[in-house]
């Protein structure tokens, strides 16, 4: 089998109402998508995480021009050969960010086309599932003003109970007194009913505001605190880990094994967070998954991508083993964002589902992701 055309299509939607998280407002959702195509009649897709401030272009450009040169003729099945071959030919310019996200989603489709050839899900080639459904968590909180929206955020809270979540991850990082008044007003709307919180600065404070939040919502019983402080700040994440009481989680700018060495090596984290659409696509979350093993630290992916990021992050949290192996283990959890993205559910035919407070795995060949065409077209930049 070879890979006879790649086509990246580059999506956007305006949103009718921005929000902000503490690095930016958030104006369009956006998609960097690879559709691989084979003499067999086999197309797979892959998806390069857009982070919500991230031009979707750029990744573009590197898949049609760095990446797209590599695999035209290649096997479709070397996924390994062909991850290694994408990343040493841009590691002088790339090993993070949009280029390593480009990497992604051609690893991502190469793995759908495989799962096609043999005529299985994706998490079978991945080992097989420890898990065939998963429990989502909310992903919400965002702001539409700024700060002092404690009372519609607590709102909100009582609308993800309602809608079945029983995990809820609150957006922080406006600013510490507003964030504690938040959660303040979030944990007085949820009081007696059994929900676990996570909170998200998306690394707006330095160490001192970090560890004054941490400090501050002590009483919570968080799940994690993700992101406290910037990535590069790899001692700030030791010290947080070693002073607050909650685990600390962090990854979703993290990249590749070599990255990753670097976070886990150092002792940063409790949950290692790596984007399938950003850390190198599956072959690399492979990867991940077995170094994060070693140091017995649990993985639980970011996912914040459209319909085909939601897949192939199921794939691999059904492949993933627990850290901390027991009865009542500690089981990876789906990120599922609860902000508007007008093409994501319609993106595909089968959409993501959660029925009684679970999400199933997939099941058909592949990812097990049909793409709605005019869908495609319709948001096609
Ligand atoms: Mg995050």
Aim: charged letters at 20%; a negative charge.
């Amino acid at each position: 089998m070879k890979i006879t055309e790649l086509k990246v299509h580059v999506l956007k939607s305006p949103l009718a109402e921005p929000f902000a998280f503490s690095q930016g407002w958030v104006h369009q959702r956006s998609a960097t998508l690879v559709e691989l195509l084979t003499d067999d009649g086999l197309i797979g897709w892959g998806e390069a995480f857009a982070q919500g401030l991230e031009p979707p272009e750029i990744a573009a450009a590197a898949i049609e021009h760095a990446l797209k040169p590599l695999l035209l003729g290649e096997n479709p099945l070397d996924t390994e050969v062909l991850w290694h071959r994408m990343y040493h030919r841009t590691r002088d310019y790339g090993r993070k960010g949009s280029v390593v996200a480009a990497i992604s989603a051609v690893d991502t489709a190469l793995w759908d086309i495989a799962g096609q050839a043999h005529g299985l899900p994706v998490y079978q080639l991945l080992g097989g599932a420890f898990r065939r459904r998963v429990q989502p968590y909310a992903t919400g909180f965002y702001r539409i003003q700024g700060q002092g929206e404690a009372a519609r955020l607590a709102d909100e809270a009582l609308r993800h109970w309602g809608a079945g979540f029983r995990l809820m991850k609150v957006k922080l990082g406006y600013g510490v007194d507003d964030d504690i008044e938040c959660m303040l007003a979030i944990g007085k709307a949820l009081q007696g009913k059994p929900v676990r919180l996570m909170v998200d600065t998306n690394h707006a404070y330095g160490r001192a505001e970090a560890l004054r939040l941490g400090r501050a919502l002590a009483e919570f019983d968080l799940r994690w605190y993700e992101e406290p402080v910037a990535p590069e700040d790899r001692p700030g994440y030791v010290e947080m880990r070693r002073t607050l009481p909650m685990p600390i989680a962090g990854g979703e700018n993290e990249h590749t094994l070599f990255g990753f060495a670097e976070l886990l090596g150092a002792g940063c984290v409790d949950v290692a967070q790596p984007d399938i659409g950003s850390c190198g696509g599956l072959s690399a979350g492979r990867h991940i998954a077995a170094l994060a093993q070693a140091h017995g630290v649990m993985v639980n992916p970011h996912v914040w991508g459209s319909a085909i990021a939601q897949a192939a992050a199921l794939h691999y949290i059904a492949a993933l083993p627990v850290a901390h192996h027991s009865l009542f283990a500690t089981e990876p959890v789906l990120e599922y964002d609860r902000s508007s993205h007008p093409f994501r559910q319609q993106l595909v035919t089968r959409p993501l589902q959660m029925v009684d407070g679970w999400v199933e795995v997939p099941d058909a060949p592949g990812l097990g992701v049909e793409v709605d065409r005019a869908v495609l077209q319709a948001y096609s930049r």
